[in-house]
Structures are given as structure tokens and as C-alpha cells.
């Protein structure tokens, strides 16, 4: 009889994302800026923001069998933030952290081992340790503030199933952030548009419980 259920256990798959299962995913998270800004100073010139991977992290909640609400969360990113203008390249650099709700739907069923998932939501981002290095300093700007921003964020990716409780996941993410630089150049106070919106990729491990 013993050995009869043991046979049963290893034959019954695995049991995907359900109801009331709490979902935790870690693994490498990607920002890649599809940045544009304002001109500045005057000149035919934009801001760029550069891209950069740090640890991500997301904490969902199964509400029912297929909709869950999710929180996407990461070590904090560092950019380098740079210009053509003057020849100037790297001006300044900044950190900024993108926590993320979203309310998302996962395809198929509680037995599926594949669990494709698109979702939407809202990000905010907050930066901090903004500002010029030397070299801008040199050139006249002084004083660099990024206000925080509030944008829609959307995502999509699959969970594969594994064994018992452990999955491996990928997503891709999409985020509207923008965000006012206010600084001083010469003295003088100026204010630069920037949109970063960003892709966010991210390949993970994942444990339901």
C-alpha cells in the first residue's frame, strides 16, 4: 500500500499557481532606457540615461487561479547620465528605485506546467545620490535634482513549472517614467524634461507557497 502511494505521488503533476499561493521570484532584472529629453541650454542637444542590471524581486499573491496582484521591487539601479553637448559625454550620475503594482492574469489552468501572464499596473519611481561629476562642474552646472514620477506600467512573460513548488520564470516590463532635472548652469536655475521609459527584463527563479 505504501508503495502504491508513492507511485501515485510521483505520477500527479505538480500543481501550478492557485488560488492563495503566494509567489516570489529572484533573479536578474535589466533596465533599458528608451530615454528622450527637453533640449537643453539652448543647443540641439538631449539627455541620455544608460541601461543597468541589478537583483530583482517580485511578491505576487494569487486571488484566484488565474489573477494575482504583484509587487515588482530591485536592488537599486545606477545610470550614468550623459550628453553630446560640447563634447561633454558623462555628466552626472543618479540612483533610482521602481517599485511596481500590478494586477495580472496568468493563461491556462492550476495543472498547466506553462503559465504565460500579461499584467498592467502602476509604477513609482524614486531617485536618489543625484549629481554632477567634476567634469560638468567644470562646464558651469551645479545643483541636479530629479523629481520622483508616477507612470502606467504593463508586463508580460511565462512561468514553466519545474517540481513541487519550484518554477523559473521570464518577463519583460514596461514602465512611463518621467521626471524633471532641475539644476544650475552658470548660476542660473533650469529645469530639462526627461523621459527614461524603460524596458525591464528579467529571468528569474520562482517558489510558490
Not at 543625484?130 to 552646472?141: I, M, P, R, T
Request: no cysteine; charged share 20%.
Amino acid at each position: 500500500m505504501t508503495l502504491l502511494a508513492m507511485m501515485a505521488a510521483l505520477s500527479s503533476p505538480a500543481f501550478a499557481h492557485q488560488e492563495g499561493d503566494i509567489l516570489v521570484r529572484a533573479g536578474i532584472a535589466s533596465v533599458s532606457p528608451n530615454d528622450s529629453s527637453d533640449k537643453i541650454l539652448g543647443y540641439d542637444e538631449e539627455l541620455h540615461v544608460n541601461s543597468d542590471t541589478q537583483l530583482g524581486l517580485t511578491v505576487g499573491y494569487m486571488l484566484t487561479d488565474n489573477v494575482s496582484v504583484e509587487l515588482l521591487a530591485a536592488s537599486p539601479f545606477s545610470h550614468k547620465i550623459s550628453t553630446p553637448l560640447l563634447g561633454l559625454g558623462d555628466i552626472a550620475e543618479t540612483k533610482h528605485l521602481p517599485p511596481t503594482v500590478m494586477l495580472q492574469y496568468y493563461f491556462g489552468t492550476k495543472e498547466s506546467t506553462l503559465r504565460p501572464f500579461v499584467g498592467a499596473g502602476i509604477n513609482y519611481t524614486v531617485f536618489f545620490d543625484e549629481g554632477f561629476n567634476s567634469k560638468a562642474q567644470g562646464a558651469g552646472l551645479t545643483d541636479l535634482n530629479l523629481d520622483d514620477s508616477w507612470g502606467l506600467a504593463a508586463n508580460a512573460g511565462l512561468d514553466y513549472m519545474l517540481e513541487d513548488n519550484w518554477f523559473v520564470s521570464g518577463s519583460v516590463w514596461y514602465a512611463d517614467i518621467s521626471t524633471d532635472a532641475t539644476y544650475k548652469y552658470e548660476g542660473e536655475n533650469k529645469s530639462t524634461k526627461v523621459d527614461i521609459d524603460p524596458w525591464v527584463f528579467m529571468l528569474a527563479v520562482g517558489y510558490s507557497f
